[in-house]
């Protein structure tokens, strides 16, 4: 069976770094891109990050951008997301998610997991 | 950048029709993907490129997309429909960045 397990969530301080962790397994991960989304609580779904099957292509939300950095680890199997300079409003819980194809940009978003909470505050 | 809507609830009779919209600029030139979120639920996949369904989700479930109107069908509604919807498309005009529509619950009477 297909899946993804986020890790490394947790409570941190503003202006921290925090790095979330997913394993995949049931899945050549090396065909696919992979992204991260993220819900805030009682909000929506927002994109903020993807890399394509072979990490030659990135893309970042406004948002995150020059604040995240997405990557990937083949012999792992794992996708990261390194997040500095964390602000309260990066509060959420963080999904990974698994592309229907490997191109970029991605396709639709066919594996999630069960995502991992990143609350920011002093 | 570019931006999709949708209404922010709608409610629909068991056995009925539901219809869920996403709107923007010339959508229907873009690949239109949805997923529904049950409450506490990580999102599924119900629909990619506007009207091609997963192998799980049933054929109740239905796409279209056509100039500026994404239009996500449920046919057949059943209690378990109740959840949130999103559509997301890619906007290619920056860096390729995911865009997720503002989601709308559906309430089954």
């Known amino acids: 069976e297909a899946q993804v397990v986020e890790s490394g969530g947790g409570l941190v301080q503003p202006g921290r770094s925090l790095r979330l962790s997913c394993a995949v397994s049931?899945?050549?991960?090396?065909?696919?891109?992979m992204h991260w989304v993220r819900q805030a609580p009682g909000k929506g779904l927002e994109w903020i990050s993807g890399i394509s099957w072979n990490g030659a292509d990135t893309g970042y939300a406004d948002s995150v951008k020059g604040r995240f950095t997405i990557s990937r680890d083949s012999a792992k199997n794992s996708l990261y997301l390194q997040m500095d300079s964390l602000r309260p409003d990066d509060t959420a819980l963080y999904y990974c998610a698994k592309d229907q194809g490997g191109s970029w940009p991605g396709n639709g978003f066919d594996i999630w997991g069960q995502g991992t909470m990143v609350t920011v505050s002093s | 950048s570019y931006v999709v809507t949708q209404p922010p609830s709608e409610s629909v009779a068991p056995g009925k029709t539901a219809r869920i919209t996403c709107g923007g600029d010339?959508?229907?030139?873009?690949?239109v993907h949805w997923y529904q979120q049950k409450a506490g639920q990580a999102p599924v996949l119900v629909i990619f490129?506007?009207?091609a369904r997963p192998s799980w989700i049933p054929e109740r479930f239905s796409g279209s997309n056509f100039e500026n109107t994404a239009t996500l069908i449920i046919s057949r509604v059943e209690a378990g429909d109740e959840a949130a919807y999103y559509c997301?498309?890619?906007?290619?005009?920056?860096?390729?960045?995911?865009?997720f529509g503002t989601g709308t619950l559906l309430t089954v009477l």
């Open positions: 049931g899945f050549n991960f090396d065909d696919f891109g």
């Open positions: 997301q498309v890619w906007d290619s005009s920056d860096d390729h960045r995911g865009v």
């Open positions: 490129r506007d009207s």
């Open positions: 010339n959508i229907g030139r873009k690949n």
